[in-house]
Nanobody
């Protein structure tokens, strides 16, 4: 079984920064894409950023230039640097990964439990 655990959320003021972390653990053969999403109260879950296992990244237009995704393949971790935060960035931030697991080898999609980011004005 594979788990994703996010950390780094909290309460910040507008204009400040946060760095979110997500660690994958369990029976992992390899990890393909690792992504970040968020869900604000009363809204649908929104894609933010993705990192492939060969280093390619892509971003939602809404966060391009303010958020940066990075990844440590050796530690099975992905990070999201949030800069110039705005009150509208307030949401639960989720980590998502496509994982190849052994015994038998198969592909599974895994979600973390989320970490809350609150930005005050």
């Amino acid at each position: 079984q594979v788990q994703l655990v996010e950390s780094g959320g909290g309460l910040v003021q507008g204009g400040e920064s946060l760095r979110l972390s997500c660690a994958a653990s369990g029976s992992i053969f390899s990890i393909n894409a690792m992504c970040w999403y968020r869900q604000a109260p009363g809204k649908q879950r929104e894609f933010l950023a993705a990192s492939s296992n060969d280093g390619k990244t892509n971003y939602a237009d809404s966060v391009k230039g303010r958020f940066t995704i990075s990844r440590d393949n050796g530690k099975n971790k992905v990070y999201l640097q949030l800069n110039s935060l705005k009150p509208e960035d307030t949401a639960v931030y989720y980590c998502n990964a496509g994982v190849v697991v052994p015994g038998p080898v198969r592909y599974v999609e895994v979600w973390g439990q989320g970490t809350l980011v609150t930005v005050s004005s």
